[in-house]
């Protein structure tokens, strides 16, 4: 998989602890729809996924976006991601988000 340096300019791989600056908050790689994304903290919430999916996310009335995630930590290995929700994350945990329109 290639990862997609534009995305997160200057940031490495990995849970890896950067003191200082952001808090001292770990940094974990992510994938999201097959690109490597690097993220802060220890979960992520709907929102934060949708927005590292799409360079434009589609809107509409009908428009209806679905966040599955897989290869997660204990009993929350995959599942689905509802809006306003999070999901406590782990290194290379995998998520697919589709937009699809209800019409």
Sequence with gaps: MESDKKDNPGQGH???EHGGGAGGQSQTTIIVNTR?????????TYDQIVALAFETVPSGENIEITVLYRDGLGQNKEGTLAPNGSVRI???MIFDVTATDKS
Excluded: L, R, Y
């Design 14 to 16: 990995g849970n890896e």
């Design 36 to 44: 490597e994304k690097t993220v802060q903290g220890k979960e992520v």
């Design 90 to 92: 782990k290194k290379d």
